[in-house]
């Protein structure tokens, strides 16, 4: 009877030290699908990249909530914007614009208005697709923080290629 029980406690006992190290190997687990779910979605986006490609923006914080845009890349040194909701509705400008590579997944533009005489700095971020701004004027700036999606601009022909894997799917399926 002695041995039956020592038996029994020798297993609960391991049974106790496994139980204790299985919340160990998911917290494992679990860090490691995350981190390569992270590492899959990580994109090398370069300035380049966005010419030829449309940007529908969405402003969800700041002193523009709800304004949304339309931005046209039409070469490396111009775009167009189009103010589909929002206090400039209907406004529509080409600009020149500067734009900088910040990080990996990260893209920097900026550019002067001649319809608002504002200055606007936007950093996107092309794996959370969210993007920040700041519009400089004269008396005031504005924060901003929002979201955009990206789209193949009408009549541009390709067959991908030459786009990162972010875009590639947007591009085949519009064709």
């Not at 049974?15 to 490691?32: N, Q, S």
């Not at 929002?86 to 406004?91: E, S, T, V």
Request: glycine share 8%; hydrophobic share 35%.
């Amino acid at each position: 009877m002695h041995s039956s029980s020592s038996g029994l406690l020798k297993d609960r006992y391991i049974a106790g030290v496994v139980m204790r190290k299985i919340p160990i190997l998911l917290f494992f687990i679990f860090f490691v699908q995350i981190t390569a779910c992270g590492m899959a979605q990580q994109v090398d986006i370069q300035p380049e990249d966005l010419v030829g490609k449309t940007l529908n923006e969405t402003w969800r914080r700041g002193s523009f909530v709800g304004a949304s845009y339309k931005t046209s890349i039409l070469s490396s040194t111009h775009m167009r914007w189009y103010a589909l909701t929002g206090n400039l509705k209907g406004k529509s400008e080409e600009v020149e614009y500067e734009c900088t590579k910040v990080g990996r997944e990260i893209l920097q533009v900026s550019w002067r208005e001649k319809t608002t005489g504002s200055q606007a700095v936007v950093t996107y971020n092309f794996k959370t697709m969210k993007m920040f701004g700041v519009i400089v004027e004269e008396e005031r700036d504005f924060l901003l923080q929002g979201t955009f999606t990206i789209e193949q601009s009408k009549g541009e022909v390709s067959d991908g290629k030459d786009l990162p894997e972010l875009f590639k799917k947007e591009a085949t399926s519009d064709q």
